[in-house]
């Protein structure tokens, strides 16, 4: 069964950085599109960032010149490293697997990025 579990969340200052992982196992199919989404309190889930199996970027706004997605084809992970964190970014952060050129994809249970001021 696939599985997907994100780890880097905490508690930072507004202006700190951290670093969010997501690791997929169970994986039988090659993945295509990997993202983060983030979801606050009475908010809908929002796209933060995505990148494709060719390695584009595409961000959110409020993510463009601040967040850095990355990924290892090797491992099956991917990253976002979250630079000037402001307290708007405060929310649970959940990766997204999709199946390259199927339809289909996979969330994690997310992790928790606090951000005080």
């Known amino acids: 069964q696939v599985q997907l579990v994100e780890s880097g969340g905490g508690v930072v200052q507004a202006g700190g950085s951290l670093r969010l992982s997501c690791a997929a196992s169970?994986?039988?199919?090659?993945?295509?599109?990997m993202g983060w989404y983030r979801q606050a309190p009475g908010k809908q889930r929002e796209l933060v960032a995505t990148?494709?199996?060719?390695?584009?970027?595409n961000y959110a706004d409020s993510a463009k010149n601040r967040f850095t997605i990355s990924r290892d084809y090797t491992k099956n992970m991917v990253y976002l490293q979250m630079t000037s964190l402001k307290p708007d970014d405060t929310a649970r952060y959940y990766c997204?697997?999709?199946?390259?050129?199927?339809?289909?994809?996979?969330w994690g249970q997310g992790t928790q990025v606090t951000v005080s001021s």
């Open positions: 997204n697997v999709q199946r390259y050129q199927y339809a289909g994809d996979y």
């Open positions: 169970g994986v039988t199919f090659t993945i295509g599109n």
């Open positions: 990148i494709t199996e060719s390695n584009a970027a």
